[in-house]
């Protein structure tokens, strides 16, 4: 899917983003967790950890928005529903911030792309946009940069994918829809 915000008006005061996602399941969410509330003390980082209910990958970023275009809702979920995949596991073992402005530096939980992962990803439209993508979870925002670390991985079959809005400013997400990855 293109990225759909680019040729929109920026004037409108933007509210709302958009994006796929896969969410952890609740064993490998409770790891992730357990490890940002560690790495907080162990590098004694000041910003507290995102709750396990916010942790995912994103597959796709589709834009910013003043509301919730009904256009690119459909677009989306037209894209979203033709997705015919198997489950994808996602393993993630490393961890690393990102960067970011000072105070906003994401610590995430990476891993390396796989080739289910990356197909996903591509059918999504991700692939036009960006010539990387790494798998990751973000676990916090600080102003200290932690370098990169191997750590024991984490891994869970993500056996669906979710729309997901954003509300801007909130750290507040809605789950819109979610499509199956079946055999």
């Known amino acids: 899917m293109a990225d759909v915000a680019s040729g929109r008006e920026r004037s409108e005061r933007l509210t709302d983003s958009l994006f796929f996602a896969l969410y952890p399941d609740e064993p490998a969410a409770a790891r992730i967790a357990e490890l940002a ?3 907080r003390i162990e590098h004694k980082l000041k910003a507290r950890p995102i709750p396990a209910d916010r942790l995912h990958v994103t597959l796709h970023y589709l834009g910013a928005f003043a509301g919730l275009p009904a256009d690119v809702l459909t677009q989306a ?3 979203a529903s033709r997705i015919a995949l198997p489950p994808v596991e996602v393993t993630l ?5 990102f960067s970011g402005r000072r105070a906003k530096r994401p610590l995430v939980l990476s891993g390396d792309v796989t080739e289910p992962l990356a197909t996903l990803q591509q059918i999504l439209g991700a692939a036009q946009r ?8 973000t676990m916090l925002y600080d102003e200290q940069r ?3 670390e191997a750590v024991a991985p984490i891994t869970w079959t993500a056996r669906e994918f979710a729309l997901v809005r954003s509300v ?7 789950v819109l829809a979610r499509w199956p990855l079946a055999t």
């Open 130 to 137: 960006h010539s990387r993508f790494t798998p990751h979870v």
């Open 146 to 148: 932690v370098a990169r």
């Open 93 to 97: 073992d490393r961890i690393e911030s």
């Open 168 to 174: 801007l400013g909130k750290s507040h997400y809605d």
């Open 77 to 79: 979920r037209a894209t």
């Open 37 to 39: 509330a560690w790495l």
